[in-house]
Structures are given as C-alpha cells and as structure tokens.
C-alpha cells in the first residue's frame, strides 16, 4: 500500500514538471502573439500615429507651366510669382542667337520674391520664346523665320521671307500674343543682345520707364524707330500699335550671361516695381 502511495506521488510531480515545462515553452512560443495583441490594443484606443512632418513649399521651379510648344515641339514655358496688382511680363529670348539673357531669366522669379515685391506686382517669366532657335544658335526658328519679325503689327512686311510671310504664322508668336492677351500686362520686358554697343530702347508708352531704367543700368535710351526698322516686332505690335509699355533691353553681345544679371538685377526689380 505504502509502495503504490510513493509510486504516484512521485508520478504526479514527474507530470506536474512536464506540466510547467510545457506552460513555459507555450509562452515562448506565444510571444510573437502577445507582442501583436498589444499593439491592436494601442490602436484601439483611437490614438493616431503622428502625422508626417508638412511638406516644404514648391520653388519657383515647380511652378512652370506649359503654353504651347515650338515648330519642333519643344515646350514654351511661363512661371508667374506674385500676386500684386501690377502686372509685368519677362520675356528671356526671341531670338535663338541672343543667350546672353538665360542666368537672369532663371535668377529674376527668386530675386523678386526675396525683394519682397510679391504682394505689388505680378510677375510672369517667358523662359524662352524661341527654344528651337536657341537649340540651333540661329536668329529664326526651325522654319527659319524671325519670330520678332511675325506679329500682326500695321506695319508688318509680307514680302520678307524672315518675317514668315503671313503674321502669326509660326507658333512661337501666336503663344507670345495669346499669353500678353491673357495676362494684360502693364509692362512687357525682353531680353536681346546687340553687336557692338548696348542699349534700352522702348516702344509705346515706356519713355519714363526706360529712363529710369537707364538711371539704375547706366545704359542709354533709345526709341526703337530711331535706329533701325522693326517691321512685325513685338515693340510695333504690342507697344506702338496697341500701346503697350515695351521695354527691349540690349545688351552687348557676348557678354557672359551672370555678368548681364549682375549688371540688370536692380533695374529690373526697379521697373517690375513701377
């Protein structure tokens, strides 16, 4: 009787060890379970995960838009910054073989904000209106036609074959007129280089501005009828003809591009600002 008392004494401890052996292995094993229980009871508790830190705001970059394309389907680009009352147009070329305006073209919509001008004007950037020429380093476009020659101007010139024959033929020019329609500027600037000598030269309504322009540039004025004929230009069409203040800034040509900025910068903000 004793001996089968012993023998189950000790069979009940031999499975009572089993028992906490197993218990301790099943919570091992069950961990990964719990560990995921928990997190399920973190999110019922309606706690949101904190929100990713607010994105910073798009450059001026991020802002181009896409107005229309060149002959051989390169993109005609506008950027406008600002959101004053005053509104002016930058054009940075027309002519493929004048690249002395492509620093101040990309540095201008930075300068202008950081100059604080955001609230008085409204600054809209043509990068390029002649991508095609500036691509071939050639005056015309992939038609061979001068795009500054093409604008519906009275005094437009039909038989010249630079001028493309009939106004706004080429594409370049209708994006120009379509874009100065839409935006109605105070004033238009275009950046242009010359051979030899450089200027400011204005059409329309623009005497004052480009004498002030002059006073903050250290270049001399000139009217555009004065020294060489423009038939189709911009300057005759939107300045003389529709009384546009147009302001043409030439500069000497082969001037390295960061040197025309330095030289220009205050006497473009100057005029953006009116």
């Known amino acids: 009787m004793r001996m089968a008392t012993v023998f189950l004494l000790a069979l009940s401890v031999s499975i009572s060890a089993q028992g906490c052996s197993l218990s301790s292995s099943d919570t091992a094993k069950a961990s990964p379970s719990t560990s995921s229980s928990a997190v399920s009871t973190t999110e019922g508790t309606g706690q949101q995960p904190a929100p990713p830190p607010p994105s910073p705001p798009p450059s001026a970059a991020a802002g181009w838009e896409v107005a229309g394309t060149s002959v051989q389907g390169r993109p005609l680009r506008l950027l406008t910054v600002g959101h004053g009352p005053r509104k002016?147009?930058?054009?940075?070329?027309?002519?493929?073989?004048?690249?002395?305006?492509?620093?101040?073209?990309?540095?201008?919509?930075?300068?202008?904000?950081?100059?604080?001008?955001?609230?008085?004007?409204?600054?809209?950037?043509?990068?390029?209106?002649?991508?095609?020429?500036?691509?071939?380093?050639?005056?015309?476009?992939?038609?061979?036609?001068?795009?500054n020659r093409n604008f519906p101007a009275s005094n437009f010139d039909s038989t010249d074959p630079s001028s493309g024959g009939k106004a706004l033929s080429e594409p370049e020019a209708r994006v120009v007129v379509e874009t100065i329609d839409r935006i109605t500027p105070n004033l238009v600037i275009?950046?242009?280089?010359?051979?030899?000598?450089?200027?400011?030269?204005?059409?329309?309504?623009?005497?004052?501005?480009?004498?002030?322009?002059?006073?903050?540039?250290?270049?001399?004025?000139?009217?555009?009828?004065?020294?060489?004929?423009?038939?189709?230009?911009?300057?005759?069409?939107?300045?003389?003809?529709?009384?546009?203040?147009i302001l043409t800034i030439e500069v000497l040509r082969g001037t390295e591009p960061t040197a025309v900025w330095e030289h220009l910068r205050e006497a473009l903000l100057q005029a953006i600002r009116g």
Do not use: C, M
């Open 88 to 147: 002016v147009l930058f054009i940075g070329g027309i002519h493929g073989d004048e690249p002395e305006g492509g620093i101040t073209t990309a540095e201008l919509p930075k300068a202008f904000e950081s100059a604080g001008l955001a609230g008085e004007a409204a600054l809209t950037v043509f990068e390029d209106a002649n991508p095609d020429g500036r691509a071939a380093g050639t005056r015309g476009n992939a038609n061979g036609v001068d795009v």
């Open 190 to 245: 275009v950046a242009h280089s010359w051979v030899g000598r450089q200027f400011i030269n204005f059409d329309g309504p623009a005497r004052e501005i480009a004498d002030r322009f002059s006073a903050a540039s250290g270049l001399p004025v000139e009217e555009s009828s004065s020294f060489a004929p423009t038939p189709g230009s911009l300057g005759s069409y939107f300045g003389r003809d529709r009384k546009i203040p």
